[in-house]
Structure formats: C-alpha cells, structure tokens
C-alpha cells in the first residue's frame, strides 16, 4: 500500500463523517448517526481502494460522496441557518470535492507520498 494525497484526503474525511455522525447521535439524531456512518464508510472505502492501487474509481467513489453530503448539508443549512454541524459539513465536503476533481484532473493519482530528502532508487 502506497498512499497518496487523495487517499489520505478521503480517509481524515471519512473519519470526520463517521464521528459527526456519533456527535449526532449522541444529540439524540439515530440519522446523523446512520448517514454519517454509511457516507463515512463509504469514503473510507474510497480511500482503500485509492491507497491499494485503483486511483482513479476510488478518487470517483470520493468524489461522489463528497457530492451527496454537500447537497444534502448545503440543504439543511439553507432551511436551518446554522453553520453547526450543516454548514461546516458543507464547505468540508466541497474542499474535499475540489481536491479529488483536481488530483484527478492532473492525472496525479499515482504518484505516491515521498519525503523530498529521500532519494528512492529503483531496483536493479
């Protein structure tokens, strides 16, 4: 397993999903719970599939779900108002967008994270 930037990018983001959707439920919310889960998952998962050499399907995986909790919290801010916890999740989920459309655009997918001291040479 090799990662790279977008893999790294869609695990802290599934991992900030999966405990938003604990911090929820612990408010009493059993949907922030079950959407923050499944779409937390859901870009974990991405980000195994881009770290294990499929860059380019997992960075979509991403991307999509990016897209569908953006919508979906860009809504509830719109009708609640409150920056907590929609609209944060909103620009989240859009920084998150925009990275993967333009790692994936650069074609950059596979170019794993590298200290730029370390010189790695390729075997013989």
Known sequence: MTPTIGSIV???????????????????????????????????????????????????????????VMGSMAQRFMETKKFMPAGMTAILSLIVLVLVVVIVLRGSTSKPMTDPGVSVEEPR
């Open 10 to 68: 869609l695990f802290v983001y599934g991992l900030l999903l999966i405990l938003g959707g604990v911090m929820g439920a612990s408010a009493g919310s059993k949907v922030s719970l079950i959407a923050g889960g499944a779409f937390g998952v859901l870009a974990v998962v991405a980000a195994a599939i881009t770290a294990y050499g499929s860059n380019r399907p997992g960075l979509i995986l991403g991307g999509i779900v990016a897209l569908l």
